[in-house]
């Protein structure tokens, strides 16, 4: 099926050079959005943006560290100069340290994880709403997790990150519904990208047994998120606002 739900519309992607934000700007370009990709890693910028424009699309690298405020409030000065608007933002840039405890987490991971997670999803809707308003509406998506609706041992700054997302998520909706804006996230199981790899690197074992707790036997693959992210933004979700969608293959309904 060929549709263009997303023709003249704007769309913001971070994390867009791997993964899950990948495969999201690489839909959205599919379907006729201008993509612009913010993320560090330029090589992978560019290859992204390539095979966009190699499908007939648009799409544009904007060298973004969610971690400095000023690296964002770059990202949109560059968007507000190249475009003068911005319809969609799917704010993913995420990182996750190895599996810690919460006595023995360090402040060098807290702040990683926090900044990247939490303070750069933050920080890019205070810039992404007004931009949304003054368009007269828009959609906002967040990537939380599986580990942003419960917890696992070890796993307690990343799933406190994933936590806060849905916390900001629910209130700038409320915030915002008036103005048309729908503020929704993404809730993603375990999707086969290089971040959950770190959990089975040194024991493959691992990546079996997490594939028995998933109801549907299996890791997802970006491209099952994607659609969901798409279908979020699109006219299909219009009166869906200030919700998460968990994707994870049934993983998590058991308690
Ligand atoms: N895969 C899973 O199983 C899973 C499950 C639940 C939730 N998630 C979430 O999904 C999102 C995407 O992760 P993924 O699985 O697709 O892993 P990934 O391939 O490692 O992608 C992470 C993306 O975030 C970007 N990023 C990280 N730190 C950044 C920073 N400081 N500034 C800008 N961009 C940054 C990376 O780009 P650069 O390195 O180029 O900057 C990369 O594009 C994350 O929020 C993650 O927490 C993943």
């Given at each position: 099926m060929n549709t263009r739900r997303f023709e003249d519309k704007v769309v913001l992607v971070t994390?867009?050079?791997?993964g899950i934000g990948r495969a999201t700007a690489l839909a959205f370009g599919k379907e006729g959005a201008t993509v612009v990709i913010a993320a560090r890693r330029e090589n992978l910028g560019a290859e992204v943006v390539d095979e966009i424009k190699k499908a007939g699309g648009e799409a544009v690298f904007i060298k973004t560290d969610v971690t400095l405020p000023d690296s964002i409030e770059n990202l949109f000065k560059e968007i507000s100069g190249r475009y003068?608007?911005?319809n969609y933002a799917f704010n993913n840039a995420g990182t996750s340290v190895s599996q810690r405890r919460t006595a023995k987490t360090t402040m060098d991971e807290w702040n990683l994880v926090m900044n990247t997670n939490l303070r750069g999803v933050w920080l890019c809707m205070k810039y992404e709403i007004p931009l949304l308003v003054k368009q007269g509406g828009g959609a906002i998506v967040n990537t939380s997790s599986i580990l942003g609706l419960r917890s696992d041992d070890g796993a307690s700054l990343y799933s406190a990150s994933k936590h806060a997302i849905l916390g900001l998520t629910k209130a700038a909706a409320l915030e915002v519904a008036h103005r048309k804006v729908r503020v929704n996230a993404v809730c993603p199981g375990?999707?086969?990208?290089?971040?959950?790899e770190k959990l089975w690197?040194?024991?493959?074992?691992v990546r079996d047994a997490i594939i028995q707790a998933i109801p549907l036997r299996r890791l997802g693959k970006p491209e099952e998120i994607s659609g969901a992210v798409l279908w979020l933004c699109?006219?299909?979700?219009?009166?869906?606002?200030?919700k998460e969608m968990a994707i994870g293959g049934g993983h998590g309904i058991r308690p």
């Amino acid at each position: 099926m060929n549709t263009r739900r997303f023709e003249d519309k704007v769309v913001l992607v971070t994390g867009g050079t791997s993964g899950i934000g990948r495969a999201t700007a690489l839909a959205f370009g599919k379907e006729g959005a201008t993509v612009v990709i913010a993320a560090r890693r330029e090589n992978l910028g560019a290859e992204v943006v390539d095979e966009i424009k190699k499908a007939g699309g648009e799409a544009v690298f904007i060298k973004t560290d969610v971690t400095l405020p000023d690296s964002i409030e770059n990202l949109f000065k560059e968007i507000s100069g190249r475009y003068g608007r911005l319809n969609y933002a799917f704010n993913n840039a995420g990182t996750s340290v190895s599996q810690r405890r919460t006595a023995k987490t360090t402040m060098d991971e807290w702040n990683l994880v926090m900044n990247t997670n939490l303070r750069g999803v933050w920080l890019c809707m205070k810039y992404e709403i007004p931009l949304l308003v003054k368009q007269g509406g828009g959609a906002i998506v967040n990537t939380s997790s599986i580990l942003g609706l419960r917890s696992d041992d070890g796993a307690s700054l990343y799933s406190a990150s994933k936590h806060a997302i849905l916390g900001l998520t629910k209130a700038a909706a409320l915030e915002v519904a008036h103005r048309k804006v729908r503020v929704n996230a993404v809730c993603p199981g375990f999707i086969e990208t290089a971040m959950p790899e770190k959990l089975w690197e040194d024991d493959p074992t691992v990546r079996d047994a997490i594939i028995q707790a998933i109801p549907l036997r299996r890791l997802g693959k970006p491209e099952e998120i994607s659609g969901a992210v798409l279908w979020l933004c699109s006219d299909a979700a219009s009166f869906m606002t200030g919700k998460e969608m968990a994707i994870g293959g049934g993983h998590g309904i058991r308690p």
